[in-house]
């Protein structure tokens, strides 16, 4: 499914004819800016500008005058495109740039003059919506690009497509996202015969873990078409169809009760507004005694979505502070029990996301295009840039009841 690129920030512009002085004066403007960062901007004439005052580590080529302006007019949003499209270009490691220019955004994007004023006529804009039909067409646009895409990067055993733990940095992809299961599972105190809900399950690897290695019975819920039914394949393949349920059906619509309600990598996906609509199915279907964890990207503070990401890649896409997680428990006195943030868990399981996918980057390419291969190594190798600055945090909060006391006096559990 290639990207749809059409719903460009700014109108087009003369894209021919020499470099003019207004041209340079805005680019140098946006460098300077960056406190003499050591980025390097080669325009389409050839000319180069600098700013800093060392030799200049990485060189950004802008291919078009139209590319200049879109990245003058919204940064934010349109070096995404462009780099996609091939108008820019970067020369050197694109993780460094894109570490380098995180590092000074926020003095970037709040520039004055000209070029603040142009980014507030243009609006910064808002997630879209995740209602329910809203929900199902996100879903479709980010999980159902096909099976055969995502086995190429994501672990061979679980097809996690979530954060991994990583008892030790040596270990690989494999064994990283297995101990992530067991850490779920362990913090959770999951045991033979419990029954759980899962919401958002992905390619259904958590369920058949948990009714594998944990003897659990597993209602897992998903709305992507393509994911469940590799889920129901796998399960069955595995002897385990009898134990794991698929339901192709919204968190909103889940049925019954369970003594264990887990959730990972799905709340980004909720928004803001529908968390007491999450916490009512919580307390409708957790019994008394019951545990929970909701696993998730987060902030450290209340922030949108990177524009393009969500745009381009996770279309509704939200990742919440720790004081707006609060909007689901506060209502249905849930307590919560414990929070682990694996930031940079989340940055090494990118890590070897990105080298998987570089390594399959001339499959990736047939499957989709050469647009598709540059827009998704943007998406990785930015993300992992987000988890090293502290930009996005990955947050695991575990919870029950407010009046139950079926809880452990320590977290000795959780190293055994």
């Known amino acids: 499914m290639p990207l749809d690129f059409s719903d460009d920030a700014v109108s087009r512009v003369n894209t021919s004819g020499r470099v003019s002085a207004l041209d340079k004066y805005l680019m140098r403007k946006f460098l300077r800016a960056m406190d003499q960062a050591p980025i390097a901007v080669e325009l389409w004439g050839g000319e180069r500008l600098y700013e800093g ?42 993780y460094q ?74 270990i690989g992809i494999e064994q990283s996202q297995t101990a992530k299961l067991h850490h779920v599972c362990r913090k959770l105190q999951l045991k033979e015969g419990d029954e759980v809900i899962e919401v ?26 393509e994911q469940i039914g590799f889920a129901r394949d796998k399960a069955k393949e595995d002897g385990l169809d009898g134990r794991v349920e698929y339901i192709e059906d919204d968190y909103r619509n889940v049925a019954g009760t369970c003594d264990v309600f887990v959730s990972l990598g799905m709340l980004e996906h909720v928004g803001l507004v529908n968390y007491p609509a ?20 987060g902030r450290n503070r209340p922030r949108l979505m990177n524009r393009w990401t969500e745009k381009r890649i996770f279309p509704g896409a939200y990742p919440p502070a720790l004081k707006e997680m609060a909007a689901i428990f506060e209502p249905y006195n849930l307590s919560i029990l414990d929070v682990e943030n694996l930031r940079l868990h989340y940055a090494l399981t990118l890590e070897h996301w990105l080298e998987r996918f570089e390594e399959n980057e001339s499959k990736v390419r047939e499957l989709f295009d050469e647009r598709f291969v540059r827009a998704w190594r943007l ?38």
């Not at 005058?65 to 108008?87: H, M, Q, T, V």
């Open 200 to 225: 958002g399950c992905g390619w259904g690897g958590l369920a058949r873990f948990m009714a594998g290695e944990y003897g659990a019975k597993v209602r897992a819920y998903n709305i992507s078409h």
């Open 97 to 170: 740039a894109l570490e380098i220019v995180g590092a000074h955004k926020t003095k970037v994007m709040s520039e004055t003059g000209s070029m603040s004023r142009l980014r507030a006529a243009l609006g910064r804009g808002r997630p879209r919506r995740n209602t329910l039909s809203d929900s199902r067409e996100n879903i479709h646009h980010h999980y159902d690009l096909s099976n055969e895409f995502y086995r190429l990067w994501l672990d061979r055993d679980h097809m996690q497509y979530t954060c991994a733990y990583y008892p030790s940095d040596a």
């Open 278 to 297: 999450l916490g009512a199915v919580i307390d409708k279907c957790l019994r008394p005694d019951g545990r929970g964890l909701i696993h998730s990207i």
């Open 379 to 416: 998406y990785l190798t930015g993300s992992i840039a987000a988890f090293r600055l502290g930009d996005l945090q990955l947050f695991q909060v575990v919870f029950n009841r407010g009046d139950s006391n079926n809880l452990p006096m320590t977290r000795e559990h959780l190293y055994i």
């Open 53 to 94: 005052k060392e030799e200049p580590e990485i060189t950004v080529r802008i291919k078009t005058r139209k590319a200049l302006w879109d990245l003058i007019a919204n940064p934010e949003l349109n070096f995404g495109d462009r780099y996609s499209d091939g108008s820019v270009e970067v020369v050197g490691d694109l």
